[in-house]
């Protein structure tokens, strides 16, 4: 281990900000986390853990132990706006468009947002996202006040608490947060990526065909795939054939096949001299025909998806391979 160095370049990180504020109500019938949707106009969420205190226990005119309470998570969410599906999470009933009725059963509901992480270097190093399980937002105080020459605007505060949900091989918690900074390779990067549309959804995407060029040129590339078209079907050609040659020619590549039929792979003999029990392949003559090779791949069409709060164990699952 290295001396200590305090105050490195690139070390002093911060955290600040928050925004991509979603909700997702809980359906009270299924037990599950609705569709998400957008919470604009979110202005700060306050986090505010509390419990783990220490309860000490004495025996034997001692200290004998030390006893910690239970940890719980609470926050204050303050914000200009709210969705309209945040009503019921604040016990407000719509029965008529344009009516609301208060002191109703409030709803449980997942919270997701995101907070920016940033450093000396670079003040966009990432961001963290964190995810809230099993809220509970209480009654808040709203202050109306008249309009004068520093006008403000109406700022909501909700005070929320929250019931711990279970997380395979660990406590149960009601807070996760994923560091986007930890995620440095592409493959790691991509399982973020596939965690995010979870959390807020995907557009439908239309795909595209594949693609085929005519190849011109006089013999086949043993690096590449070539195909026969019978109408618009494009059907894989198999440039190697069993050759009938007793002994290596010079001038000529034989190849020797392995796997199994629909995945054979050829790769270039190591023998010097032919052996009896082998079967030994050339390159096909590229003649009588005409022979295509795939340009661009087919891209799928995908249908769009909703956004949802994934649970503790199916976002462990999503992100489970190592970020290194």
């Not at 505010?48 to 926050?75: H, R, T, V």
């Not at 407000?92 to 449980?108: A, D, H």
């Not at 004068?148 to 700022?155: G, I, R, V």
């Not at 949802?308 to 489970?320: A, D, F, G, K, W």
Request: a negative charge; aromatic letters at 12%; glycine letters at 6%.
């Amino acid at each position: 281990m290295s001396k200590i160095i305090w105050d490195a370049v690139g070390e002093h990180k911060y955290e600040t900000g928050v925004d991509h504020g979603v909700l997702y109500p809980m359906n009270p019938t299924t037990k599950q986390y609705d569709n998400g949707v957008a919470w604009n106009g979110l202005t700060s969420v306050s986090e505010s853990p509390s419990g783990a205190e220490s309860n000490p226990q004495y025996a034997d005119n001692i200290k004998y132990l030390d006893l910690m309470s239970a940890e719980e998570f609470a926050a204050t969410v303050e914000c200009f706006t709210y969705p309209k599906e945040w009503e019921e999470c604040d016990g407000s009933i719509s029965p008529v468009e344009g009516l609301n009725i208060y002191q109703q059963t409030r709803k449980t509901f997942g919270l997701s947002y995101r907070t920016r992480i940033g450093d000396d270097t670079n003040p966009d190093a990432g961001y963290k996202l964190h995810l809230v399980y099993n809220c509970k937002a209480t009654p808040s105080e709203r202050a109306y006040n008249t309009v004068n020459d520093s006008p403000e605007a109406l700022s909501f505060s909700y005070s929320i608490s929250t019931t711990p949900v279970e997380v395979p091989g660990y406590k149960n918690t009601a807070l996760l947060t994923i560091d986007s900074t930890k995620f440095t390779t592409d493959a790691a990067r991509a399982r973020l990526a596939a965690l995010e549309a979870v959390l807020y959804g995907t557009n439908s995407t239309p795909g595209s065909p594949a693609v085929y060029t005519e190849d011109t040129a006089a013999t086949f590339d043993p690096t590449k795939t070539y195909y026969t078209k019978a109408g618009d079907v494009y059907t894989a050609f198999n440039i190697f054939e069993a050759t009938s040659d007793v002994s290596f020619q010079q001038d000529v590549t034989y190849y020797e096949r392995s796997g199994s039929e629909g995945s054979y792979t050829y790769t270039v003999t190591q023998d010097t001299v032919m052996d009896e029990q082998k079967t030994y392949y050339v390159i096909k003559d590229k003649t009588g025909g005409t022979y295509y090779t795939l340009t661009t791949p087919a891209v799928p069409a995908t249908e769009a998806t909703n956004p949802r709060l994934p649970m503790p164990s199916e976002v462990m699952s999503i992100l489970q391979e190592s970020n290194g």
